[in-house]
């Protein structure tokens, strides 16, 4: 079994770039999605590959957090330390509740994680206590390419030494997740958060849950 990290393991199926605005307009920085999503993409692009591997998560949030601080030009620096505060103890709160689903996972199946993150995901994962459930973890800053690409999921099913045939893709993105692990022949289950409401699957008969909980009734 594969995972996505982002927006799968640290929470039900909503990405960082949502949770991070829901966050700054929590602290009274309102604004409007056309002007946020560009300054967080450039935020984001600008890590991949600029953290060292040892960067913890809490460095990871707090300098994405103030990329797009920068990006909104804030003067005052208060709300976005209040989004990076709130955002890590929400992923790990997130994190430490999934971790026994991961351990009952584990124990039947061989897991990993490709993930399009900066390069640090191993020390990620440490911090977020589910390190040890995964026998691959696959960084796209660390192997070059990203999801969709199909090298990368290959990359992961080698290290695990599973086909593809016999492997399953739990992931929150239709564009990255869903559609890169059919590509490869994979199954796939798409944990479908909030904002997808009115989406549709990839695929017609694809497996959608809303939480990653439901897997105990499809897996366990």
Known sequence: MLFDFGGTLDADGIPWK???HRLFVAAGVVVPRERFDPVFHAADDALVGALPSG??????????????????????????????????DRA???????????????ERYRLGIVSNFYGNLERVCVDGGIRRYFTALVDSAA????????RIFRHALEALGVAPGA??????????????????????????????????????????????????????
């Open 167 to 220: 492997a399953t893709f739990v992931g929150d993105s239709l564009p990255r997740d869903m559609a890169g692990a059919r590509a490869v022949g994979m199954r796939h289950i798409w944990l479908a958060g909030a904002g997808a409401a009115g989406a549709r699957p990839c695929c017609r008969d694809d497996r959608v849950i809303h939480s990653l909980k439901d897997l105990e009734g499809l897996l366990l």
């Open 143 to 150: 192997v070059g390419w990203e999801k969709p690409d199909p």
């Open 18 to 20: 949502d949770r991070v």
């Open 92 to 106: 790990l709160e997130s994190l430490a509740h999934n971790a026994s689903l991961l351990e009952r996972l584990a």
């Open 55 to 88: 960067a913890s998560l809490q460095d990871t949030v707090a300098r994405l957090v103030d990329g797009v601080a920068r990006g909104l030009e804030l003067r005052d620096r208060a709300p976005a330390e209040r989004v990076a505060r709130g955002f890590l």
